[in-house]
Antibody, heavy 116, light 108 residues
Framework: QVQLMESGGGVVQPGRSLRLSCAASGFTFSTYGIHWVRRAPGKGLEWVAVIWPDGNIKYYADSVKGRFIISRDNSKNTLYLQMNNLRVEDTALYYC?????????WGQGTLVTVSS | ETVLTQFPDTLSLSPGERATLSCRASQTIPGNYLAWYQQKPGQAPWLLSYAASTRATGAPERFSGSGSGTDFTLTISRLEPEDFGVYYCQQYGPSTWTFGQGTKVEIK
């Protein structure tokens, strides 16, 4: 069955970096675009970034543009999110989601807390 | 950037009642690429409807999406106790992805 599993979250100080991973299984990873979506405490869902199946096209939300980098390794069925210069407002539960147009499968999320 | 505004913010209804959730876009959504998700506490969101009116695989028949252009609706025909949670609308693609702020459905 389709599974997405995020990892790499934790507590980090403002200005530092963190890399999230999303391990996929149960489907042909290299044929799907994959997104990162986050939910800050007490807030709603916020789209973060997307990467096309071949990795050549990427889009970012304005709130993370220039700080976050999305990438993927299709040989390892894994998606990444390199988060640099983290801010307190980046504190959130980060989900990866498979896109077949809408998001038909989601991971359970990994928590990132940015605090001094 | 298209802004999605959902209303009401909170809906409190009894089991068996009809729930109507609205989502208004600041500009026309191309292709009616509008989806609805349900999220319960401690769980990942779950796709209910896409392309404005297509029910997702596994979504119960009591959930139905409708609308086009800038105005969209998710209707729950008869609320079940397990339908509590936050419901989000989303525009997906072709190069823009945004969520509404969510509508919280409470079961009386």
């Amino acid at each position: 069955q389709v599974q997405l599993m995020e990892s790499g979250g934790g507590v980090v100080q403002p200005g530092r970096s963190l890399r999230l991973s999303c391990a996929a299984s149960g489907f042909t990873f290299s044929t799907y675009g994959i997104h990162w979506v986050r939910r800050a405490p007490g807030k709603g869902l916020e789209w973060v970034a997307v990467i096309w199946p071949d990795g050549n096209i990427k889009y970012y939300a304005d709130s993370v543009k220039g700080r976050f980098i999305i990438s993927r390794d299709n040989s390892k069925n894994t998606l990444y999110l390199q988060m640099n210069n983290l801010r307190v407002e980046d504190t959130a539960l980060y989900y990866c989601a498979r896109a077949s147009g809408p998001y038909d499968y989601w991971g359970q999320g990994t928590l990132v807390t940015v605090s001094s | 950037e298209t802004v999605l505004t959902q209303f009401p913010d909170t809906l409190s209804l009894s089991p068996g009642e009809r729930a109507t959730l609205s989502c208004r876009a600041s500009q026309t959504i191309p292709g009616n690429y509008l989806a609805w998700y349900q999220q319960k506490p401690g769980q990942a969101p779950w796709l209910l409807s896409y392309a404005a009116s297509t029910r997702a695989t596994g979504a119960p028949e009591r959930f139905s999406g409708s609308g086009s252009g800038t105005d969209f609706t998710l209707t729950i025909s008869r609320l079940e106790p397990e339908d509590f949670g936050v419901y989000y609308c989303q525009q997906y693609g072709p190069s823009t992805w945004t969520f509404g702020q969510g509508t919280k459905v409470e079961i009386k």
